[in-house]
């Protein structure tokens, strides 16, 4: 529960962080929205992972990090990037809710999934 409870403190930073990113990418540089999403979404993934290691997940050695890391981009990663630019096209263009918004409503989706890879692939305590 505890690990539960603290990746979503994470996850909560993180998306924090993907919104500003995603208004600034898109407000600030003029980048269309989905590519802007993508971009949001890794630099949201990185400062999540970075978290997890440090806090979410500490009692775990520091050696094999770049393990964790590769199957945290290969997991969250693609799941997050795909189901984020999926699902903020689809509530933008279908639902019409502004970007901001439907990024919002596509990151509460993805939340359980993103857990359980990250609790039971990524941060899986081995022998």
């Known amino acids: 529960m505890k690990q539960f409870l603290r990746f979503n403190v994470v ?3 993180g998306a924090v962080v993907q919104l500003t990113m995603l208004f600034l990418f898109t407000r ?3 980048v269309r929205y ?3 999403t993508v971009a949001a979404v890794e630099v949201a993934l990185l400062h999540n992972f970075c978290w997890h290691e440090m806090w979410t ?3 775990l050695p520091w050696r094999g990090w770049q393990a964790r890391l ?3 981009q290969m997991g969250n990663g693609v799941t997050s990037m795909a189901s984020n630019a999926g699902l903020t096209f689809a509530f933008h263009e279908y639902v019409k809710l502004p970007v901001l918004a439907a990024n919002v409503a596509a990151i509460a989706i993805t939340a359980l999934l993103n857990f359980g890879l990250a609790r039971f692939w990524v941060f ?4």
Do not use: K, N, P, S
């Open 11 to 13: 996850g909560m930073l």
């Open 28 to 30: 600030g540089f003029g």
């Open 34 to 36: 989905v590519g802007a």
């Open 57 to 59: 997940w500490q009692e």
């Open 70 to 72: 590769l199957r945290f």
């Open 124 to 127: 899986r305590a081995t022998a």
